[in-house]
């Protein structure tokens, strides 16, 4: 699991994310947002993840993120990522992004994570 893995997302709603996650040891990491609308704000800053293998093949890992709504708004919550290793380098399984803000119900859908290269 450690190193550097490239997440991409697809809610059910056809929204679709990319990010980094760089899994370091002892279940610690961090989210990087890859969304080309922060090229108008700046880089993106890495949030605090974390992650916890299970049995046999399965991965879990989560964390704080801020989605880029539009020009100036964000939708920041918790994105919790539930997959198994299809190979040494492939990740799959479904994602739930809980916000934060309001009573709106949480967003499902699956996500796929590449391992990156030189990671």
């Known amino acids: 699991m450690i190193g550097s893995w490239k997440v991409d997302i697809t809610f059910t ?7 980094r ?3 370091q040891g002892e279940g610690k990491g ?5 969304d080309p609308k922060l090229n108008v704000w700046g880089p993106a800053k890495p949030s605090e993840a974390k992650w916890t293998g299970g049995e046999g093949n ?4 989560s964390g704080p ?6 020009n100036v708004g964000r ?10 290793f299809e190979t040494a380098d ?8 809980s916000p934060l803000v309001g009573e709106r119900p949480s967003k499902h859908g699956t ?9």
């Not at 709603?13 to 990010?19: F, M, W």
């Not at 961090?30 to 890859?34: D, H, K, P, V």
């Not at 399965?58 to 890992?61: H, I, T």
């Open 75 to 84: 939708d920041a919550g918790t994105l919790v990522f539930k997959g198994k």
């Open 111 to 119: 996500f796929k994570a590449v391992r990156a290269g030189g990671g």
């Open 90 to 97: 492939l990740i799959t399984g479904e994602v739930e992004f």
């Open 30 to 34: 961090t989210f990087l947002l890859l």
């Open 13 to 19: 709603n056809g929204e679709s994310r990319s990010l």
């Open 65 to 70: 993120v801020e989605f880029m709504l539009g």
């Open 58 to 61: 399965s991965v879990a890992f």
């Open 21 to 23: 996650f760089d899994a």
